[in-house]
């Protein structure tokens, strides 16, 4: 049993929002059953990441405080399981 917990953050940003960041907001629904006590999600307002073109395109999450941008629910679901260890 994995009792580490991840916080996952989806900012959800009018940038972030329109390029894609609402899908995310349903990440909930595609977290596997085995993860449920080990993932915490929240949504944002704009995280500050969208200002500057180095961090990369809209929408923004953070998979315990890891930076992804263009940011997909499969992207977001493997950092997670890179996370919890399993690979
Ligand atoms: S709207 Fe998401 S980082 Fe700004």
Redesign the pocket.
Known sequence: MNEKVIKVVV?S?????VMG?SELLLLGDHIPAKWKGNVELEGSP??????DKSNGK???ALVDGELISQATIPDILRKIGEKLGER
């Open positions: 900012c940003g009018t940038a972030c929002y960041g704009c995280l500050g990441y969208c200002k809209a929408p923004f």
